[in-house]
T-cell receptor, first 107, second 117 residues
Framework: LAKTTQPISMDSYEGQEVNITCSHN???????ITWYQQFPSQGPRFIIQGYKTKVTNEVASLFIPADRKSSTLSLPRVSLSDTAVYYCRGGGFKTIFGAGTRLFVKA | DGGITQSPKYLFRKEGQNVTLSCEQN?????MYWYRQDPGQGLRLIYY???????QKGDIAEGYSVSREKKESFPLTVTSAQKNPTAFYLC????????????????FGDGTRLSIL
């Protein structure tokens, strides 16, 4: 089964850029790497997905190196409302969701 | 608006009782999933279904059962055999794979919190 490894927690201040890196093993050749955000007592919400190189949308950027063994989620200029748990996931139906990275943004 | 609806938001189970958690989606997704989340933990896959009338066990299926009689519905029953059912249960759906076979993002409901009386 594809598993991921992320830092357990990170702290940041409002207005800073935050980069969260995830390591993936056993990711299949045709699987995307997907990042989710979860607030307490809510379901995870899709943030961004990519296959390789760089993807950018209105809320984040995703950097994936050529070997696809890791990915980095970049959140530009975080605010207090970005305090949440962030999960990376790479793989098919039975891919494990890890414990995620708890990001705490301080004023 | 399209989305996934889980009900109820809170549920209490008595000893020896089976309870059923509802999950409905109007996204026309083929695949549906059930996860369990314990405090401070990630999501663990209970069951998933890729097509109507078919479903597969996930990593922690013991003590749970599901059915998929309709594309839009995937109810989860927590049976009395599940000795530690207190958790946050999340339902999700997705399209199966895109044209190149890549996995697609999952859309989640807002969960059902189950507790034992």
């Amino acid at each position: 089964l594809a598993k991921t490894t992320q830092p357990i927690s990170m702290d940041s201040y409002e207005g800073q850029e935050v980069n969260i890196t995830c390591s993936h093993n056993n990711i299949a050749t045709n699987d995307y790497i997907t990042w989710y955000q979860q607030f307490p007592s809510q379901g995870p919400r899709f943030i961004i997905q990519g296959y390789k190189t760089k993807v950018t949308n209105e809320v984040a950027s995703l950097f994936i190196p050529a070997d696809r063994k890791s990915s980095t989620l970049s959140l530009p200029r975080v605010s207090l409302s970005d305090t949440a748990v962030y999960y990376c996931r790479g793989g098919g139906f039975k891919t494990i969701f890890g414990a995620g990275t708890r990001l705490f943004v301080k004023a | 608006d399209g989305g996934i609806t889980q009900s109820p938001k809170y549920l209490f189970r008595k000893e020896g009782q089976n309870v059923t958690l509802s999950c409905e989606q109007n996204l026309n997704h083929d695949a549906m999933y059930w996860y369990r989340q314990d405090p401070g933990q990630g999501l663990r896959l209970i069951y998933y279904s890729q097509i109507v009338n078919d479903f597969q066990k996930g990593d922690i299926a013991e003590g749970y059962s599901v059915s998929r009689e309709k594309k839009e519905s995937f109810p989860l029953t927590v049976t009395s055999a599940q000795k530690n059912p207190t958790a946050f249960y999340l339902c999700a759906s997705s399209i199966l794979r895109d044209a190149v076979g890549g996995n697609q993002p999952q859309h989640f409901g807002d969960g059902t919190r189950l507790s034992i009386l």
